[in-house]
């Protein structure tokens, strides 16, 4: 079975510096996909960012880049930079590499609020 | 390209009411999914579709029925709507990425329905 913890429920983050966002992992899977989706106040899920876990380097993409630390299984979002736009809830989400239907385990949300 | 388009948005109805919402991708994606987002319970999978013509139960399938009509089209019914349902209805569609490893799944805009 997978799990998703996400222990920060809500974060704050000055405009302009950066913020990590904290995702920890279970499974018992040796090949995964981690991802990032972020949810504004809108409601729609937008996909951020990939990490395969046998990537050898970090995901990165635009602002967003997945600090991944596999013994620890950890994969955390840094959001460089923060905007005011970046305000919404964050989703860490896992799925096993399959060749049918992959079961996406998503965790319960970082609510990030950046200030002005 | 309009991406995983829901009907309707938003829907209010009482209980032991039925209603069927709709979703469509234009992505050209097999797999389809249903799930629904709960406060403090991130997103849970409903039924999920792995191809034309296939449809599967997830974590909470019931009181819901799923019909793959095309490889297009994706709906969900409740046919007795309980309070219990009350809730933002996701659908998504997913890809699987460069390297055949992992699916990325993209969702529409979700339908918030409540049942009084």
């Known amino acids: 079975a997978q799990k998703i913890t996400q222990t920060q429920p809500g974060m704050f983050v000055q405009e302009k510096e950066a913020v990590t966002l904290d995702c920890t992992y279970d499974t018992s899977d040796q090949s995964y996909g981690l991802f990032w989706y972020k949810q504004p106040s809108s409601g729609e899920m937008i996909f951020l960012i990939y990490q395969g876990s046998y990537d050898e380097q970090n995901a990165t993409e635009g602002r967003y880049s997945l600090n991944f630390q596999k013994a620890r299984k950890s994969a955390n979002l840094v959001i460089s930079a923060s905007q005011l736009g970046d305000s919404a809830m964050y989703f860490c989400?896992?799925?096993?590499?399959?060749?049918?239907?992959?079961?996406?385990?998503f965790g319960i949300g970082t609510k990030l609020q950046v200030i002005p | 390209n309009a991406g995983v388009t829901q009907t309707p948005k938003f829907q209010v109805l009482k209980t032991g009411q039925s209603m069927t919402l709709q979703c469509a991708q234009d992505?050209?994606?097999?797999?389809m999914y249903w799930y629904r987002q709960d406060p403090g319970m991130g997103l849970r999978l409903i039924y999920y579709?792995?191809?034309?013509?296939?449809?599967d139960k997830g974590e909470v399938p019931n009181g819901y029925n799923v019909s793959r009509l095309n490889k297009r089209e994706f709906s969900l019914r409740l046919e007795s709507a309980a309070p219990s349902q009350t809730s933002v209805y996701f659908c998504?569609?997913?890809?699987?990425?460069?390297?055949?490893?992992?699916?990325?799944?993209?969702f529409g805009p979700g339908t918030r329905l409540t049942v009084l």
């Open positions: 998504a569609s997913s890809e699987r990425r460069t390297g055949g490893l992992a699916d990325t799944q993209y």
């Open positions: 989400a896992m799925s096993p590499f399959s060749g049918g239907y992959q079961k996406v385990t």
């Open positions: 579709s792995a191809s034309e013509g296939t449809t």
């Open positions: 992505m050209n994606h097999n797999s």
